[in-house]
């Protein structure tokens, strides 16, 4: 195992560090205070070759190199300054993968020229009465095979006011018990109604919102994966999105650091500046410590998802509780260090309330704890 970049990775995360501060920060303050999705800095995303690296060449992408998109992502992950375009780039990396490992050759076809064109995916699990417990979606596929059609609800979906390509979980209940299934929509199906973008504390950028699908109609082509296999296919999408909101949700907070660094040099407490306090200093020190923790685990979870490992489950929610609370307890020491002016709407106060999301996004903490502790029951190594 060498989680260490090689001089081209450490190149492609500086050069996305750039583009997060020259780009997508300058404008991470007004689109959270009017609630607006950064087109512009998508856009411009879209303009570079992030999303290349991990497209097949055949669909005009640069190969799947995970590690090499990681290090450009753990770049743009500690510079942008906005968790909802995080969040954004986050879920569209896991619907690529998703699409990559399970999406037959007409589906790439279709796809990945408009995904690598900038148009935003939706992976649509969750619904009101479910939440967190996917296996009970109600969303459903009836009708003969030759004219399917999906019925239900979704709910708090990222992108869903504005994503072109949708990803849906519902059941095929003449499958018998194993009837959770994949299914890829776009605006050619009709019958789908997306609700306004909702009102929360924070990633304010990122659209969040409910579907309906009313007598849409699908047909075989149109599923991603085998009929019935849903749950497993799901797990290709989801083991890479839990360890990208660990292991960049943490840097993320790593502006807020920056910002009480640089007051706190300047701010003087009796004749010396407040940063020479040692308390003061034990706060970075921790924040650096716990920072650090989160970044190996996160790597090294990922190593363990791309390989398939069975390990990868019980890493990949480790890497996800950690990440997040990480940059929970990071960006709520650097509000503290900041004083008053930490409480007033700024970088670190936003990033507090973005980072407050990588908690329920992708299962809550509480559901991560209980997969830790299911997986341990299962492992000889812990009992
Ligand atoms: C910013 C953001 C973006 C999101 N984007 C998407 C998306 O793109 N696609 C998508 O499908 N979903 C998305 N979600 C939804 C997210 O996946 C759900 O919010 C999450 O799964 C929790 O579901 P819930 O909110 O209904 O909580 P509930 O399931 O109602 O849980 C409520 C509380 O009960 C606890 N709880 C639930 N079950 C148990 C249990 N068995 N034992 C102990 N405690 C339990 C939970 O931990 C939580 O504290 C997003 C959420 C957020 C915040």
Not at 47 to 75: C, H, M
Not at 175 to 186: A, P
Not at 269 to 295: C, I, M, W, Y
Request: with cysteine; charged share 15%; glycine share 10%.
């Amino acid at each position: 195992m060498n989680f260490n970049w090689t001089g081209e990775q450490k190149a492609l995360r500086a050069k996305y560090a750039q583009f997060g501060m020259e780009v997508v920060a300058p404008r991470a303050a007004a689109c959270h205070d009017q609630s607006i999705f950064d087109q512009v800095s998508w856009t411009a995303l879209c303009g570079t070759d992030f999303w290349r690296q991990i497209v097949p060449k055949v669909y005009g992408g640069l190969g799947s190199n995970w590690w090499d998109f990681t290090a450009a992502a753990e770049g743009l992950a500690s510079s942008l300054s906005n968790g909802g375009f995080l969040l954004s780039v986050i879920s569209q990396a896991g619907f690529i993968r998703g699409l990559a490992q399970h999406g037959s050759a007409a589906q790439k076809e279709k796809y990945f020229p408009r995904l690598l064109a900038g148009a935003l995916s939706a992976t649509c699990i969750a619904e009101s009465h479910s939440g967190s417990h996917t296996p009970a979606v109600r969303t459903t596929v009836t009708g003969p095979a030759n004219a399917w059609q999906l019925n239900g609800e979704k709910w708090n979906i990222a992108h869903a006011p504005i994503a072109e390509i949708l990803l849906v979980v519902g059941r095929i209940p003449a499958l018998g018990k194993r009837d959770i299934s994949l299914f890829l929509l776009d605006e050619s199906h009709a019958g789908i109604t997306r609700g306004p973008a909702q009102n929360k504390m924070g990633n304010r950028s990122l659209p969040t919102s409910w579907l309906e699908f009313r007598n849409v109609p699908i047909c075989e082509a149109d599923l991603l994966g085998p009929p019935g296999d849903g749950l497993r296919t799901l797990q290709a999408i989801l083991a890479i999105d839990r360890v990208y909101y660990g292991l960049l949700g943490s840097l993320m907070v790593r502006p807020a650091l920056r910002e009480a660094h640089s007051f706190l040099a300047k701010r003087q407490t009796g004749n010396s500046p407040l940063l020479e306090q040692q308390h003061v200093q034990r706060k970075f020190a921790d924040a650096a410590l716990a920072l650090k923790q989160s970044l190996w685990l996160g790597r090294a979870a990922l190593s363990q998802v791309l390989e398939s490992q069975p390990q990868a489950s019980l890493s990949s929610s480790a890497a996800k509780l950690s990440g997040a609370e990480t940059a929970i307890h990071v960006a709520r020491d650097m509000v503290s260090l900041l004083g008053s002016r930490g409480y007033q709407t700024g970088t670190a106060s936003r990033l507090l309330q973005d980072a407050l999301g990588f908690l329920a996004v992708g299962g809550t903490e509480d559901l991560h704890r209980i997969n830790l502790f299911n997986q341990m029951q299962r492992s000889a190594d812990w009992f």
